[in-house]
Each structure stands twice: as structure tokens, then as C-alpha cells.
């Protein structure tokens, strides 16, 4: 079994689960157990150190209240699922991560944070209840009044203080499907850094960098600022429908490309064409369909194959502000001189976070992939240094090697969660590899 970077691969039982009631036994009856939605997590948090139980035909929408756009889901609904039923109805998911295609129990054990952090939070803080099955097999109520030590232990948690059997959050009202999209280029890391604090009161900012390009291009990136746009916004556009459907996938990649594929020189010409293309349209306003603007991979099934039969690594850091430049600036000229080859390098601001072991912290976020290979893992463990001595760290749903070190230096909540989950029995029941490789 293998998470969605396909490293690492582990060994182990795997339980289809598709009656909710099924769960408490299960629960009560196993060690070393962990709940797996639609496999999304890139590493081990979704891979039982035992057992691991797929809960994805847990997916009955129960009910939506429209007086507080209030929805009430089984921890398996996919999000793209919530998608093509409400925006039809004028309602969109408060955040959202960079895929559809993830359940909303997973959402909420990442705290899933999307393009509006700076602004609106993560998902976790746009949760009003959830219904959790403990270590007992007990399935308790938690919120921000009722078990609220287990609500906030949950937001972030990675599933290891019990399976979310079902959840209720808001969804945000929208008067159409289209985004508002202005485009801005950077020269360098610094004027980036600059224009993404300066898109603050903009509802979504996300930024792709060219973390190849180095000198004085070193962090040239594109800045893509979005707001939902209004019927008077797409008046331009009669034949449109103001809530449009999600895109159907048109293509999938059918086999691994080979490891070559993706070089220095290959990204390089993609940044640089892409670069130069974006840049063309800087300072324009166009509108973008929502399913473009929020998940423009998900237009290519299995798009991990990309990276090979090997899989990949993400390695998504958040560094505080004061720190961000010269951390920055250090971690890409160290990538760009490795020669490692990221096309898909993601730079963000984030506010902090709602969880216990939730990832985000005030400061910016960069989230970039790299081909696995031998010399990659030592290449990480040294930015991992400089994350740690910045007082920044690394995102759990994204982390296949970070090591105990550098995750207990950046989660200070970390005893505390670690006691609930010897309180509650959680620690002999719920297990991943990555709570087992990390000693959560």
C-alpha cells in the first residue's frame, strides 16, 4: 500500500468498511489501525502500522440546513461529490485544498488548508461538529463546546484519536461558479514575497514559483489573485452558465514515465515558457472556471505517474515572516544548484492554525515536488535544518521522511496531543506508519 507520491510502499491488512455500523467493533476489537478515505495523503499517514480501514463507501450527504448553510456529511464523501451537488445550488466548500478528490474526513484529519488561509483559516475552523469513533468503539460528539479537547486534537490529528464517522460544517454562498482572476509577475523572491502580503485582503491568493531560475530571477514567480465573481462579472459572457458543472477529466496518464523524463532541462524550458506566458497576461483580469482555478492537476488523472515507478516526495514547509526571505531565498538556490527538478512549486500565506498538530503558522508556505532518488533524501534533511532553525515545519498529509527531530522541533502542542491520546485509550488502537515512524 502507498500513499498518493507512491513512497513509501508498506506491506499490511487492508478492511473495506462500507456499514457506519460496522465501525465501533472494528474499532474496539483491533490495534494499529488507521482510517483511509480516498488516499490522497502523499506519504504514510493514510497506511496502518496493522490494519488499514478504507471508509470511502461512507458517503451519504445527510442533511443541509439552508437558514446557516450548514451541511452534515459521512466522513467518506468526496468533496468533488459536494462540489457537482451544491455549486448548482449557489454554494461552495469554505476552503479547499489543491484536489477535489479527497473525502471530507480527510479534510478535516489534514485541517486542509487552500488559496484563502490568509483570510478564512483551514478547513478545521469552518467545522462545527463531528461525530468520532474512539478507542472504546463509543462514537462521541465533539465541538468547540462539547469534548472540545478531542475536537482540536481531531483538526490536524492525521486520524489518530479515532475515525470521523460523520461531520457537520458551512458552506460559503455564492451567486456564481466563475472566479475573478488578476494575474501578477515577480522578478525575484523578494518583490514576490512583497505582492502575495499585499493580496491579503484578496478572498484567494496562490503563487507558482520557478524554483529553478536563480541569480537575480531566483523565486520569479506568477501570483494568481482570485474573488467570486458576480453576475455583472460575467455578463461578458451570455452563453456561460453562472453555476457551471465541474470539468470532467479528459485525459489520464496511462503508464509511469520514465525516470529521465523530468530533468533540469525539460522544467527549465516548462518554467520558463510558462513564466513568459503568465507574465504576458500580468495585470489583466479574466475569468476562470472555478474547477481551473482551485484544481487545475485533478484535469489529469493520475498525474503521480509523472514521477515515475519510484513516486515522489513533497516537501511542503511554513517559515514565519521574519524569517521567510533568507530561509526562502537559502532553500531555493540549494534546489536550483541540486539541479532537482520541481515543476510544481507552490508558495502561499497562511494565518495560524486550528488544531494541535495542525501545519499552518503565520508566514508562507512552499510546497514543491521532487523525483525520488538517493541523493534527495540528504538533500532534504539539510533545508529541513533550515525549516527547524527558522521555528518553521513541515505539513503531516504531504511528509514521507521527515524525521522525529525536525517534526518535534515544529509542533510545540505535540505532549499535549500525545497525552489525549494516552487518555482516551487512542494510542493502542489508532497507529499509521507515519505516527509510528514520527513516535506520535
Known sequence: MEGWGRYPRHDGEVLDCRLPEALPGTVSSRAGLI???NGR??????????LTLTCGALNRMKSFDEVNASLTVEGGVM?????RSFIPRGYFPPVVPGTKFVTVGGMIASDVHGKNHHRDGGFGEHVREIKLVIASGEIITCSRTQNSELFFATLGGMGLTGIIAEATFTLRPISTGWIVQKTVATENLGDTLKALKQTDDATYSVAWIDCLSRGASLGRSLIFVGEHASPSDIAQMPKAAPLPPFKAARFSLPVDLPGWALNRRSVSAFNDLYYRAGARKAARVSLVHWDSYFFPLDGLLEWNRLYGK?????HQCVVPDENALAVLSSMLDRFALSGKASFLAVLKRLRGGAGLLSFPAPGYTLALDLPVAPDVFQLLDEIDKLVVAAGGRLYLAKDARQSRHTFEAGYPQLQAFKELRRTTGADRHFS????KRLGI
Open 35 to 37: 482510517a483511509r478515505g
Open 41 to 50: 495523503s502523499y506519504g504514510d499517514a493514510a497506511i496502518g502500522e496493522h
Open 79 to 83: 468533496l468533488s461529490d459536494i462540489l
Open 310 to 314: 519510484r513516486g515522489f516526495l513533497q
Open 432 to 435: 499509521s506508519q507515519l505516527g
